[in-house]
């Protein structure tokens, strides 16, 4: 059989497999790699808990408003909640199954709609693999976090758009508007991409009146849906005023206070190709940090030439979209999907990686024209060469890093933790950044985080506007909890005057706090047992002195506020 027949035989095979194809790379990338980050996850099984217990716990939360009552629903239906010990873990379970369900569907979703766009099988599929391999994508979908379900949404919707079908487009425009009204309900910043995404078969295939009024359909059925979860919401809150909808809607950015272009630069990037600590590595290369070791050696061989990299794909991409005038419509879409995500990220949290998962549509359709239209050999070659080497890094890394999430030393500290937990003490540690934080949040199928039920509280999150009233928030916990008669435990690392490169603190990060004020701070007060430990915990007993001290902070809490 010559060459060119076994071309023609695996082309053949790949047009008849190309889903089986696609859930199998799916399968395999989630096989070899782990859901490291766990995102806020922590939290909405403490709010979903919360309810269950009769409690509010931000469970109707406008940014991610389907997510914990879904996750309750199936829980409450579903499962023995016979024993309250395992509950956390049931729901831990029950989101990330909903993870994993929704990156399948959505690998499948992406490979359907290259294919209505009629780019090569080959092209379909290399596309589909470094869509699961981006870094966001192949992380979050092994968590219990919404955002990949918010991703299913938005690309089914693009899906019931683009979709060829003329027998019934009405009825896939309204599934469609209905579709991204789910996707925001799941993850309200997907609203961001949603217009260009209504738009997506006027701007792709031409502004005619078909095409246009299926845009119109789009957007009705999409208000509509809005209108029904979110208004279905506020009266469930019984909230009966304009400023109570913007209270709801304040809570939800959690006090963050990080902005600036530089960090949605990095962030994007970031959200497609592991870099690691690369912006903490930068950070602290910038400010001059005293930590910083080897600073240029790392960025110039990782992080800067990863950041680079990814610039010089997309800035190719672009190129060759401009070049055509089939290109140009793609282009548009890539750009009118983008910008809005990129300038609301300018103010608020533009550094995280899943911010611009509502980006992975576009980029990755752009991507995927760029490579069936090139003309050159040597494009081509670049741009898929770039795709391999964005698989097997972000594969790599995501699988080293996994080890370094269970380094021996995170493991001893939470093992010093563990009989605290048993005595329900309260656990604080320094810096929210620190591994440890990420080990009890991200791995909480394991034993030393009891399966689930130990949870860390800290004294700072830099880049939140916690940081400014610090000493009082933990003053008022430290109270609350003696009141509760329950033991309280601080890192020794809170003693320390200088941190050590591997705690992650990056000085001159947030305006607000120094490391220098936790061993002041502490200077202050009487410390129980555990002191000499090099890196474990010690009590902070209730005296007259430490009451005395800490009710003077908590009294100003409110008033802080």
């Given at each position: 059989?010559?060459?060119?027949?076994?071309?023609?035989?695996?082309?053949?095979?790949?047009?008849?497999?190309?889903?089986?194809?696609?859930?199998?790379?799916?399968?395999?990338?989630?096989?070899?790699?782990?859901?490291?980050?766990?995102?806020?996850?922590?939290?909405?099984?403490?709010?979903?808990?919360?309810?269950?217990?009769?409690?509010?716990?931000?469970?109707?939360?406008?940014?991610?408003?389907?997510?914990?009552?879904?996750?309750?629903?199936?829980?409450?239906?579903?499962?023995?909640?016979?024993?309250?010990?395992?509950?956390?873990?049931?729901?831990?379970?029950?989101?990330?199954?909903?993870?994993?369900?929704?990156?399948?569907?959505?690998?499948?979703?992406?490979?359907?709609?290259?294919?209505?766009?009629?780019?090569?099988?080959?092209?379909?599929?290399?596309?589909?693999?470094?869509?699961?391999?981006?870094?966001?994508?192949?992380?979050?979908?092994?968590?219990?976090?919404?955002?990949?379900?918010?991703?299913?949404?938005?690309?089914?919707?693009?899906?019931?758009?683009?979709?060829?079908?003329?027998?019934?487009?009405?009825?896939?425009?309204?599934?469609?508007?209905?579709?991204?009204?789910?996707?925001?309900?799941?993850?309200?910043?997907?609203?961001?991409?949603?217009?260009?995404?209504?738009?997506?078969?006027?701007?792709?295939?031409?502004?005619?009146?078909?095409?246009?009024?299926?845009?119109?359909?789009?957007?009705?059925?999409?208000?509509?849906?809005?209108?029904?979860?979110?208004?279905?919401?506020?009266?469930?809150?019984?909230?009966?005023?304009?400023?109570?909808?913007?209270?709801?809607?304040?809570?939800?950015?959690?006090?963050?206070?990080?902005?600036?272009?530089?960090?949605?630069?990095?962030?994007?990037?970031?959200?497609?190709?592991?870099?690691?600590?690369?912006?903490?590595?930068?950070?602290?290369?910038?400010?001059?940090?005293?930590?910083?070791?080897?600073?240029?050696?790392?960025?110039?061989?990782?992080?800067?030439?990863?950041?680079?990299?990814?610039?010089?794909?997309?800035?190719?991409?672009?190129?060759?979209?401009?070049?055509?005038?089939?290109?140009?419509?793609?282009?548009?879409?890539?750009?009118?999907?983008?910008?809005?995500?990129?300038?609301?990220?300018?103010?608020?949290?533009?550094?995280?990686?899943?911010?611009?998962?509502?980006?992975?549509?576009?980029?990755?359709?752009?991507?995927?024209?760029?490579?069936?239209?090139?003309?050159?050999?040597?494009?081509?070659?670049?741009?898929?060469?770039?795709?391999?080497?964005?698989?097997?890094?972000?594969?790599?890394?995501?699988?080293?890093?996994?080890?370094?999430?269970?380094?021996?030393?995170?493991?001893?500290?939470?093992?010093?933790?563990?009989?605290?937990?048993?005595?329900?003490?309260?656990?604080?540690?320094?810096?929210?950044?620190?591994?440890?934080?990420?080990?009890?949040?991200?791995?909480?199928?394991?034993?030393?985080?009891?399966?689930?039920?130990?949870?860390?509280?800290?004294?700072?999150?830099?880049?939140?506007?916690?940081?400014?009233?610090?000493?009082?928030?933990?003053?008022?916990?430290?109270?609350?909890?003696?009141?509760?008669?329950?033991?309280?435990?601080?890192?020794?690392?809170?003693?320390?005057?200088?941190?050590?490169?591997?705690?992650k603190w990056v000085e001159g990060g947030d305006a607000n706090v120094g490391?220098?004020?936790?061993?002041?701070?502490?200077?202050?007060?009487?410390?129980?047992?555990?002191?000499?430990?090099?890196?474990?915990?010690?009590?902070?007993?209730?005296?007259?002195?430490?009451?005395?001290?800490?009710?003077?902070?908590?009294?100003?809490?409110?008033?802080?506020?």
């Open positions: 059989m010559t060459e060119r027949n076994l071309l023609n035989s695996f082309s053949a095979l790949l047009t008849k497999y190309l889903y089986g194809v696609a859930a199998f790379v799916f399968l395999v990338a989630i096989s070899f790699t782990y859901g490291y980050f766990w995102a806020d996850a922590a939290d909405y099984v403490d709010s979903v808990t919360a309810f269950q217990n009769g409690k509010d716990y931000n469970f109707v939360d406008f940014g991610h408003l389907l997510w914990r009552p879904l996750g309750w629903l199936v829980w409450s239906t579903f499962f023995d909640l016979s024993d309250p010990s395992i509950w956390r873990y049931q729901i831990f379970q029950i989101f990330q199954g909903f993870s994993y369900a929704a990156g399948f569907g959505s690998t499948l979703l992406v490979a359907y709609i290259l294919r209505v766009l009629k780019v090569h099988d080959w092209v379909n599929i290399l596309t589909v693999a470094t869509f699961i391999c981006s870094h966001a994508f192949l992380n979050f979908s092994q968590t219990g976090t919404t955002y990949i379900t918010a991703l299913f949404f938005l690309l089914l919707g693009i899906a019931l758009v683009v979709n060829p079908s003329s027998s019934r487009p009405n009825v896939f425009a309204g599934l469609a508007g209905v579709s991204f009204a789910l996707s925001t309900g799941f993850w309200i910043a997907f609203v961001w991409a949603i217009p260009a995404a209504m738009l997506a078969a006027p701007i792709l295939f031409g502004f005619n009146r078909k095409n246009l009024t299926r845009s119109a359909l789009t957007l009705s059925a999409f208000v509509i849906a809005v209108l029904v979860i979110f208004g279905g919401a506020i009266v469930v809150l019984k909230i009966d005023s304009i400023q109570g909808i913007i209270a709801w809607i304040s809570v939800a950015s959690h006090g963050n206070a990080t902005h600036g272009l530089a960090r949605v630069i990095f962030g994007i990037s970031r959200s497609f190709v592991f870099m690691g600590d690369g912006g903490a590595e930068i950070k602290q290369f910038l400010l001059s940090n005293s930590n910083t070791q080897n600073a240029i050696y790392a960025l110039f061989n990782a992080t800067i030439f990863k950041f680079l990299a990814f610039y010089l794909v997309g800035l190719l991409v672009s190129i060759v979209l401009l070049g055509s005038e089939h290109g140009r419509r793609f282009f548009l879409f890539l750009i009118a999907s983008c910008l809005p995500l990129a300038i609301f990220a300018i103010s608020f949290d533009g550094a995280a990686i899943e911010r611009y998962l509502p980006l992975v549509p576009a980029v990755f359709i752009a991507f995927a024209l760029s490579l069936h239209i090139a003309r050159h050999r040597l494009v081509m070659g670049f741009l898929v060469l770039s795709a391999v080497l964005l698989i097997l890094s972000n594969t790599i890394s995501i699988v080293r890093w996994e080890q370094l999430a269970l380094d021996p030393s995170h493991v001893e500290r939470a093992s010093l933790a563990k009989p605290l937990f048993a005595r329900n003490a309260v656990v604080f540690l320094v810096n929210w950044n620190e591994p440890l934080v990420n080990f009890n949040r991200s791995f909480p199928f394991h034993e030393l985080n009891n399966y689930g039920n130990a949870r860390y509280n800290v004294l700072v999150t830099p880049g939140l506007d916690q940081t400014r009233t610090w000493r009082e928030e933990f003053a008022t916990r430290v109270i609350t909890a003696w009141e509760k008669d329950r033991e309280v435990w601080v890192s020794t690392r809170a003693l320390e005057t200088v941190p050590a490169p591997e705690w490391w220098i004020d936790f061993p002041t701070f502490f200077d202050g007060l009487d410390l129980g047992e555990g002191v000499r430990n090099v890196d474990g915990f010690f009590k902070l007993p209730r005296t007259e002195r430490n009451d005395f001290v800490l009710s003077q902070f908590a009294s100003t809490f409110d008033k802080a506020l």
